[in-house]
């Protein structure tokens, strides 16, 4: 397990992508407000090491923003990202790379991340070539490994990607991540594109990969099945923002945003008699029908009062801030506590 | 005995390809009873799309070809030796189908109202001409042969609140591309019950939505086919899904079904290996499990489909007689059927 330090730290991160203003509205002389998607919109969280922090949330949540800030594939537009103390913002040459290095991502199409036209052996080799390049003896060695720790017969080698199943070709992809001895790796729903059957030998896998390889990581899925079985700790992100950062357990036994309940209710169950479609909370989700508002006009106050079964008034006008109810869970919610986030004018 | 739906009988579809011949379907007989949901289950490959399309005749022949002594039986019709005009009227009148992508089922270019206006008016025009052969010769009459349009407005205005659409006077006059993706969902369905159909078909239809959208979707459809008494044919590859809407379940391996029961049976004793095998490999909420069981291997392709039984390869009860001989859907228990040798006849 964790032994407590500090691998990542994220701070008030925030992630607005420009839209600029409409080009009809600036014929018509109309409204000339630039519009912004806050894909994030002040995250916080941590990540100690050899621990699975899961970040699940539904489309639009803005979980893989915030993976892509972490990656430094984009510049986040305000915020702070520490790695191992470092600013992932301000490194620049050669110590990027060593960041680089040291962070790996597996991405969830294998298809659409896996160079068709490269054989095997050089897609997993890329990374280390790329970062170190050591002998050409040392790197056909370190790909041997590599495919047998991922479970890929070494007589593959000389194949191309489409010549493998999709889970195969997402064992590629993980070989890839780990072949530099990475620190941390971003896993950005690594296991949504395979079948049942191939998803539980995937799942296995990195299991069997995290505890033998000690590795420190990000998992991000929509799943919350998924994310129960691999987490140490669980983010539910909701419209940019986290709802609830906790332990597995406390999540999933007991969630206490309400964002968090509506979303554990609504997973398919596969005991038929334990239909959510039969539920009191089924009921109601059902019901009241509404769908996550779009990230350019997210609503006022807590961004979830929309859907919320218990939004009070005070929800609709300003933000709950994070409350911690013990010491390793903290929830965004009034129910809970009565911090609160001024309001602040983009 | 309850009354029967639509029947599949022997149902074989070959493709013919450059590689050599996709067998897609293989030997699948299944009915669905009248007013019953039956989930059909299975991983990609497995041919349970295609099983859908055959029901709409919507398989292009060529390349596609069914066997001989294959039949799908709706309303004492082979739906597979029906011309394409008389399969004009059975879709969408008789059999309606929803598809996993709204978007790209919905017209972009017109109103929702007018889309769903459209199936309502044919279905009016169907009903008054019994005797039509075709949905061209209705197309033409919808100009000519006045029809109340108020009546079609109201009518249009109940069926979007029967899909809970909170607001249906202002629905009526925007575009699909206005609605969220669980709304277009609701229009589809919609379109589809306008027809009054006696089967629905529905594939994948919250595949592409969110989960708390897939929970208010899969609900939805459980109260509408009790209030339109219809019977529905519900394809996922996830078997949580079809657990949460189905009555019964099929589930489908290489082309083959391998195991029906109802879904209490299911759930509580699966007899195919297979079967076994997915129900293990989800992983659960309150997973306590280190790892879970994962079957070996992958999917086959169905250009090689293994010899035996399919799903030998994989099958961690394999034993000779499985390499070599096709094992049949036979009943077994007090309900169901299974096609696996662990359960008929001698095991050497």
Redesign the interface.
Known sequence: MSDGSEVLRVDDLRMYFDLGVSRLDRFLGGEKERKFVRAVDGVSLTISREETLGLVG??GSGKSTVARCILGLIPATSGRILFEGMDVAKVKGRQRRLLRSKMQVVFQDPAGSLDPSMRVRDIIAEPLEATSGPPRRQVDEAVERMMELVGLAQEYSNRFPHEF????RQRIGIARALITSPEFVVLDEPTSAL???????V??LL??LKRNLSLTSLFIT?????V??MSDRIAVMYLGKIAEIGTRDEV??EPLHPYTR????????????N???ESEE??R???Q?K??PSPINPPSGCVFHTRCPYAMERCKVSEPGMTNVSPTRSVACYLYGDSEIPNRAT | MTETVLTFKEVALTFETEEGPVKALSGVSLDIPKGRILGVVGESGSGKSVLALSTLGLVPRPPGRYGERSSIIFEGKDLLRSSEKELELVRGTGISMIFQEPMSSLNPVFKVGEQIAEAVELRILRKELKQARSISLLESLRGVKGIDESRVKEEVLEILRDVRISDPEDALDRYPHEFSGGMKQRVMIAMALAAKPSLLIADEPTTALDVTTQAQILSLVKDLVREFEVSVLFISHDLSVVSEVADDIAVMYAGRIVEVNDVRSIFRSAKHPYTKGLLNAEPRLSETRKSLESLAGSVPSLLRVPGGCAFHPRCPLVFPRCEKEVPELLPVGSSGEVACHLYHGEKE
């Open positions: 539904e489309s199943s999709g889970g195969q079948d049942a059957s191939i998803q539980a030998q799942l296995n299991k069997d929509h799943n919350m099945k998924v129960s079985f999933i036994s509506m979303l554990i209710a609504s997973i398919p169950k596969t005991d038929p008699d239909r959510f479609t089924g009921r989700i059902m019901e029908g769908e996550a």
